[in-house]
C-alpha cells in the first residue's frame, strides 16, 4: 500500500509564505509526475503545479511567479513553496503522485492540508 502524507499548511497572513512537504511511503518501484492541487469550499479541486520525475515544472495561472514545486527523489518527497500568499489562495490542498507498482502506474492522493490566508 502506498501513503502520501502532507504538512506544512496553517494560518498565514496576506504577502506571507508557507512551504508545503507531502511524502510518500509503502512498497513501489518508483514514482513518475506528482503534483498538488487545491479545493476551496463549494468549489472543484483544481491543479496548482505539477513536476514530472526529470523535474520539468507547470503551474495554474493564478500562481505563476509566486509558488514553486520541487522534489527530493532521493525522499519520495514534493514540495510546495508558497510566497506572496492571497487570501484566494485559501484552500485545502492535496499532493497527487502517480507510483509505479509491477507494471502498472496507480494515482494516490494525500489527505489534505489547509491552508487559510487572512489578517
Known amino acids: 500500500q502506498v501513503q502520501l502524507v502532507e504538512s506544512g499548511g496553517g494560518l498565514v497572513q496576506p504577502g506571507g509564505s508557507l512551504r508545503l512537504s507531502c511524502a510518500a511511503s509503502?512498497?513501489?518501484?518508483?514514482?513518475?509526475?506528482m503534483a498538488w492541487y487545491h479545493q476551496a469550499p463549494g468549489k472543484q479541486r483544481d491543479l496548482v503545479a505539477s513536476i514530472t520525475s526529470g523535474g520539468s515544472t507547470s503551474y495554474a495561472d493564478s500562481v505563476k511567479g509566486r509558488f514553486t514545486i520541487s522534489r527530493d527523489n532521493t525522499k519520495n518527497t514534493v514540495y510546495l513553496q508558497m510566497d506572496s500568499l492571497k487570501p484566494e489562495d485559501t484552500a485545502v490542498y492535496y499532493c497527487?503522485?502517480?507510483?509505479?507498482?509491477?507494471?502498472?502506474?496507480?494515482?494516490?492522493w494525500g489527505q489534505g492540508t489547509q491552508v487559510t490566508v487572512s489578517s
Open positions: 497527487n503522485a502517480g507510483v509505479i507498482m509491477g507494471i502498472r502506474e496507480s494515482t494516490y
Open positions: 509503502g512498497s513501489f518501484r518508483r514514482i513518475n509526475a
